[in-house]
């Protein structure tokens, strides 16, 4: 097998990487915060001290981090991984950030003798557990094919979308659904609670209908529940949202209900709740609409 380079050990990089491990690959790791880092080499991996050191042992380099700055810092600017890689080394970034950065890395990796994939991902912090992701890729068939017994390690749901950039603008559009209907959610949810009808009981009466989703499903019962235990953290979606928005302006496209989506987020970022879950978004309309207001 191949051996593998990971950096970035988060919610999602730690089980996606501790599933490579099980799955017999070789693995070198980086993270910025050590505790993930010593859980994978009590499992089996190797740890480096930086980018570049991973970068100079590994025939596969996966990047998994926060932002579109993070990524660019650790693989073009002061990490160095991309000027350190062996020729043949293929870069698969599988954060979630711009598609101008997706192109960007590709052309660095051509430049040095390697390729480059962006492949981000949807499912959350379940779907990286249980190695369900949907993995949405960019980049050349030949290094697709390459990555592919990975990407099945990892996902369930894999498409090449297209060419560098590709992955991610299709990353985008799945955070706009998400986000949109979960705010959709919340809006029917509270009406229902406001209206003086048990909002579980039309969560139940929901799921057998045409508005049945894993959304509705999943992040409704979060709603119910109170329990917003990050899954995939809400500043993290107004990230999202935000690459969503510069690529519609990129080529004059309203986004309306992404934009105002973004707002909503970005007030519960505001209220210091920028690391509890996405579905934490009801918690804007309840005060919004508190009988004091």
Do not use: W
């Not at 051996?3 to 999602?12: C, D, H």
């Not at 209206?195 to 969560?203: F, K, L, T």
């Not at 109170?226 to 979606?237: D, T």
């Amino acid at each position: 097998m191949e051996t593998i380079g990971f950096i970035g050990l988060g919610i999602m990089g730690r089980p996606m990487a501790l599933n490579l491990l099980k799955a017999g690959y070789p693995l070198v790791v980086h993270n910025r915060s050590q505790g993930a880092v010593k859980e994978l080499v009590n499992a089996g991996a190797t740890a480096a001290d930086n980018p570049a050191a991973v970068a100079k042992q590994v025939d596969i380099l996966i990047t998994m981090l926060p932002d579109t700055p993070d990524v660019d810092q650790v693989l073009l600017g002061s990490g160095q991984a991309i000027k350190n890689l062996r020729p043949g080394t293929l870069v698969i970034d599988m954060s979630t950030v711009s598609p101008a950065i997706a192109r960007r890395v590709a052309s660095a990796a051509r430049e040095v003798g390697a390729d480059a994939l962006d492949a981000p991902v949807s499912g959350g912090d379940v779907g990286a557990q249980e190695g369900t992701l949907s993995i949405m890729v960019g980049g050349s068939k030949e290094a697709f094919e390459r990555a592919l017994p990975i990407f099945k390690v990892l996902g369930k749901n894999i498409t090449l979308v297209g060419e560098a950039g590709a992955g991610q603008v299709a990353k985008a559009a799945n955070q706009v659904i998400v986000g949109v209907t979960i705010q959709a959610v919340a809006e029917a949810l509270t009406l229902a609670k406001r209206n003086g009808v048990d909002p579980a009981m039309v969560h139940q009466a929901l799921m057998g209908g045409f508005a049945q989703s894993k959304i509705l499903e999943i992040h409704g019962q979060r709603m119910l529940d109170n329990n917003h235990k990050p899954g995939f953290k809400s500043r993290l979606h107004r990230k999202d949202l935000s690459i969503a928005l510069e690529a519609a302006r990129e080529v004059g496209l309203p986004l309306p209900c992404t934009g105002m989506v973004r707002e909503l987020f970005s007030a519960l970022v505001g209220q210091e709740q920028g690391d509890a879950d996405h579905s934490a978004l009801v918690k804007i309309l309840e005060n919004l609409s508190s009988p004091n207001n």
